[in-house]
């Protein structure tokens, strides 16, 4: 998430009451969970594990659990606790807003748009030209969506990411969210579905794709365009489906996973590793689709060679 107004490391550092190493008129642009920094954004660490990773990231300013020097052109914020310290500041610069119509009055709706009745539209959404947004469909604050749209009933777009901290004690903390939904022009959405936004970045559903029903796409996932994805489908969280891919039904793919341009996953496959560009899977954990048929008909002669083996 981008700040409307970039702020310096102290009125940063004050937000959450504490101490910093750096410039305290260094400017910080953003806030971003580490998948997702870039230059002049705040991230947090709070393993030694993720030290060297988060120092060594794009981002330029990191609030860290531990005195470490720091590094040229960086700044540190110290917190015991910089997952609460993190939260923290989300939750003052992007608050929740409550909002008391189905239509916010903040949100921008493009002419020819056809809002059904039942359908929610959050605070700050942005909806584009001859769109339909179809009965009881939810569309969360800050989603943007583009021009002839199509979104069908009881879909959810933006509902939080799924992303806690398990403390000590066995309580869970929520990281909260404070991303987007971005949904790019003549996409087609199913009926319930969900599309969660980003942690702190963006999910983003590419020009032209359509979705069946019961999709499920996690927090800062990239689909791109000209996808077709079938009935029952997840997607975990920052994931990447690059263009031009195909989902058969009832496809689960793991967090962090890259499926490549024009790949083909078949149906009731379990994706746990990269699928490369215009390659067929399947099979659960799901392979080269040939590779795994191979598999499955030497499975199907073991009955025979035990018996003669007996």
Request: hydrophobic fraction near 40%; aromatic fraction near 8%; glycine fraction near 10%.
């Amino acid at each position: 998430m981008k700040f409307i107004k970039p702020m310096t490391l102290r009125e940063v550092a004050s937000l959450i009451h504490s101490d910093f190493s750096g410039n305290p008129d260094f400017l910080v642009a953003g806030i971003n969970e580490i998948h997702k920094v870039e230059k002049g954004d705040l991230t947090f660490v709070d393993h030694p594990k993720y030290y060297a990773k988060a120092l060594n990231s794009a981002a330029t300013t990191i609030i860290i659990n531990k005195k470490v020097d720091c590094p040229e052109g960086k700044a540190l914020i110290f917190s015991d606790d910089p997952f609460s310290a993190y939260v923290s500041i989300v939750k003052k610069i992007r608050p929740f807003e409550m909002c008391t119509t189905p239509v916010s009055q903040k949100a921008i709706i493009g002419e020819g748009t056809i809002i059904q009745p039942g359908a929610f539209i959050g605070n700050n959404v942005i909806i584009g030209k001859n769109c339909i947004i179809h009965a009881n469909v939810s569309i969360y604050d800050h989603s943007i969506i583009g021009n002839n749209v199509i979104i069908h009933s009881n879909t959810v777009i933006g509902g939080d990411a799924y992303y806690f901290k398990k403390r000590p004690d066995g309580h869970f903390d929520k990281l909260e969210s404070c991303g987007r939904v971005i949904i790019e022009d003549n996409v087609e959405i199913g009926c319930l579905c969900t599309i969660d936004k980003g942690v702190s970045g963006d999910t983003i559903i590419g020009k032209g794709t359509k979705t069946d029903n019961h999709i499920q796409i996690g927090h800062d996932s990239v689909i791109g365009k000209n996808c077709l994805i079938g009935n029952g489908s997840m997607i975990a969280g920052v994931s990447v489906v690059e263009d031009d891919v195909l989902i058969w039904a009832g496809v689960a793919i793991q967090k962090d996973l890259v499926v490549g341009k024009g790949a083909t996953i078949l149906a009731l496959s379990g994706v746990g590793k990269n699928v490369p560009p215009y390659k067929t899977f399947f099979g659960t954990p799901a392979d080269d689709y040939f590779k795994k048929w191979r598999e499955l008909a030497a499975l199907r002669q073991l009955p025979n060679l035990l018996r003669k083996s007996w």
